[in-house]
Every structure is written in C-alpha cells, then in structure tokens.
C-alpha cells in the first residue's frame, strides 16, 4: 500500500487543518492506518491510528481534544483533522499502515520500510 500525503500548509497557532492520505496498490479496507510526524531535529512519532473499520481509534497525548483522525474507506483515504493547532505540531506528516494489527501496536511501531512524501504542517507563534 502506498500512500500520498496531502494539505499541509503554513497557519498560526490557534488555527486549523485537514489533512489527507490517499492510498494506492492494495486493498485499503483491510488495513489499520496511521498518522506519524517527524519535527525538525526529531525522530518520527505516532500522531493517531485507525482500525479498518474506524472503530477503534487511538492517539497521541499530545493530540487527544484536538485532532480527529477517520477514513473514507470507499475512496481509500484517511484523514487528520486538526484544531488549536501550535507551534510544536510543526513538521512533516506521514501515513503509514499494516494489516492483522491492532491500533496501539501501529502506533508504537517505529519502522515502515518506505514512507511517502509526506506534506508539511508550520504553524507560526
């Protein structure tokens, strides 16, 4: 399954977007899906996981009451809906996703292989 990470942009803090990962080259509803980031002079970190169904979700601390991650499974996407954005969720973020797993154990994963492009979130002081 690839990936392509769209609708990153530059906001200020306090504002709010949507992002969206399109997926290609598998059958997307088989696959638990998730959100990472990489800050700049910082590793990779999970944002927010989904199970296939979009039943079971978790997320982040850092996140939780302020990102929503779901999916559109008919159009092969999942999305990350972000509000109260701030200048710490700067960075570059990324879809990743894996079958037969639950949602914590994606999250907690570190490594996927290959990685999109990624689309870059800045939000300003």
């Known amino acids: 399954l690839q990936f392509v990470e769209s609708g990153g942009a530059l906001v200020q803090s306090g504002g709010s977007l949507r992002l969206s990962c399109e997926a290609s080259?598998?059958?997307?509803?088989?696959?638990?899906v998730g959100w990472f980031r990489e800050a700049p002079g910082k590793g990779r970190e999970a944002v927010a996981c989904i199970s296939a169904s979009g039943e079971y979700i978790t997320y982040a601390d850092s996140v939780k009451d302020r990102f929503t991650i779901s999916r559109a499974n008919a159009q092969d996407t999942a999305y990350l809906q972000m509000h109260n954005l701030r200048p710490e969720d700067t960075g570059f973020y990324y879809c990743?996703?894996?079958?037969?797993?639950?949602?914590?154990?994606?999250?907690?994963?570190?490594?996927?292989?290959?990685w999109g492009p990624g689309t870059q979130v800045t939000v300003s002081s």
């Open positions: 990743a996703a894996e079958t037969i797993i639950t949602v914590e154990a994606l999250c907690a994963r570190k490594d996927f292989g290959s």
């Open positions: 080259g598998a059958d997307f509803d088989y696959y638990v």
